[in-house]
């Protein structure tokens, strides 16, 4: 059981980490977000895991999401594709890719 205060630490430990979190861990902050009632948070959460991807998020989320979409149901949280935020609202090219 995390407290408010220990889930977004861990939150922020692991979006400073270079590596993506493995889906267990992702899993188990998930059940925290929910424990704590904290649906905005674990969106957030979700989306900083997608950006950690980087060039290879094609490859890493999909496993991610396979991963993960069973607890996500249960836990009654959205995907990021269900609710539009696969891509920001205002997205831009990215310049080095032009």
């Known amino acids: 059981q995390f407290d408010g205060w220990e889930l977004r630490q861990l939150i922020n430990y692991i979006a400073a980490d ?15 977000c929910r424990n704590q009632n ?4 674990a969106i957030r959460f ?3 895991v997608r950006l950690k991807g980087g060039k290879k998020k094609g490859i890493i ?3 991610i999401m396979q991963e993960i979409g069973p607890t996500m149901e249960e836990l009654g949280i959205s995907t990021l594709k269900e609710m539009g935020y696969e891509e920001p609202e ?7 890719d032009m």
């Open 46 to 48: 979700l989306e900083v």
């Open 38 to 41: 904290d649906y905005a948070l």
């Open 61 to 63: 989320w999909p496993y």
């Open 18 to 32: 270079d590596g993506v979190p493995e889906p267990e861990i992702i899993i188990e902050v998930l059940k925290g």
């Open 90 to 96: 205002l997205w831009l090219e990215n310049v080095d």
